[in-house]
């Protein structure tokens, strides 16, 4: 018990430090401001309400985030940076196991439309997924990434590829991590998308007996219109796809391959937003996907979002929306506040 206090304190100290030695080393000087130094610090508020019937989860999520980052620039492109994130939920035990390292490289041209990172890295602007691959809960509860992604923009296209490695093998941790790739097009008002992701969940060692490895991903496409500029809506979208799970134990080694379709879309009028997602088709079957598509033996929903946005485009961002969920000829509920402030020198 000892240790593990000590051990906390530790982590909570060295959080401590590196918040006062990034103000220091931030605001202190300010020549630095115009040095190779690099910076960002930010705030995170969630609350999502789930009221829910089954077989969906019930429940609420409520919670604080904070960031804080230190870089060098070795010049226009190279980049190197470390920093701490820490996450409380309310009402839970203050603990140091929410307090992660952030230390990576990231490689940025711009002018050629390429950017790399590696290392334990912020999953905000390097790495985003479906929310039927990797839903609101998975990203709340892991909002970084343990490994590399590349992405390479282009004439219109974007190439994409990645890894994130979520367990290193041990005698109690199975080995496990996430990979995957995507494809995006654009092209005036027109855009399709292709999105493919594989989770592998080994053994331990030494191996467990009874148990198999798995594997569990899947793909997804789209295709869809991006319009703007009408008297009754700024930006309005609409997009038509499927997807498909790709789900396996090697025990039996039988492959499960639910498929379905969608249509998704959003209208928004100055602060105001207005969205939609509606799924047929056979239960999928995604282990990080959100609730409605991690076996959940739903066929049929629909999903309609009416809120109001903030974005000042710079700093700060608020988004608070009511959510109404059609399963099962049932109606749930959720509420959505999200809050995001941000000051950074990149």
Do not use: C
């Amino acid at each position: 018990m000892t240790v593990a206090i000590t051990k906390s304190y530790n982590r909570i100290l060295l959080f401590s430090l590196l918040m006062m030695a990034g103000r220091t080393l931030v605001w202190s000087d300010d020549t630095l401001l115009t040095s190779p130094l690099e910076y960002r610090v930010s705030f995170d508020g969630v609350l999502d309400n789930r009221e829910y019937h089954r077989p969906l989860t019930d429940q609420t999520l409520f919670f604080m985030r904070g960031e804080m980052e230190l870089g060098y620039a070795l010049d226009e492109r190279h980049k190197m940076r470390g920093g701490v994130s820490y996450t409380q939920e309310f009402g839970a035990p203050e603990t140091a196991d929410n307090l992660y390292a952030l230390l990576y490289y990231h490689y940025d041209n711009e002018g050629r439309g390429a950017q790399f990172h590696f290392g334990a890295f912020p999953r905000a602007g390097a790495l985003e997924l479906p929310k039927w691959f990797f839903g609101d809960e998975a990203a709340y509860y892991r909002p970084f990434v343990h490994g590399a992604a590349v992405e390479i923009n282009t004439h219109g296209v974007t190439l994409g590829a990645w890894v994130d490695w979520t367990g290193r093998q041990t005698e109690i941790v199975n080995e496990s991590f996430l990979f995957g790739y995507g494809a995006k097009y654009r092209h005036g008002w027109f855009f399709a998308e292709h999105d493919f992701m594989m989770y592998h969940f080994a053994h331990t060692d030494p191996y467990t007996p009874g148990e198999h490895v798995q594997d569990n991903g899947g793909a997804s496409a789209e295709i869809g219109v991006i319009l703007g500029g009408y008297k009754y809506v700024d930006t309005l979208w609409l997009a038509v796809g499927g997807m498909v799970s790709l789900d396996r134990d090697r025990g039996d080694n039988v492959w499960y391959t639910p498929a379905g379709g969608f249509v998704r879309g959003e209208a928004n009028k100055a602060f105001f937003l207005l969205r939609f997602f509606y799924y047929t088709g056979e239960p999928q079957r995604f282990i990080w996907g959100d609730d409605f598509f991690a076996f959940s033996e739903l066929g049929t929903l629909l999903r309609l979002d009416a809120g109001i946005r903030f974005n000042d485009k710079r700093h700060f961002s608020m988004e608070l929306s009511q959510s109404f969920h059609f399963y099962n000829n049932r109606i749930g509920y959720s509420q959505h506040f999200l809050l995001k402030a941000e000051l950074k020198k990149r």
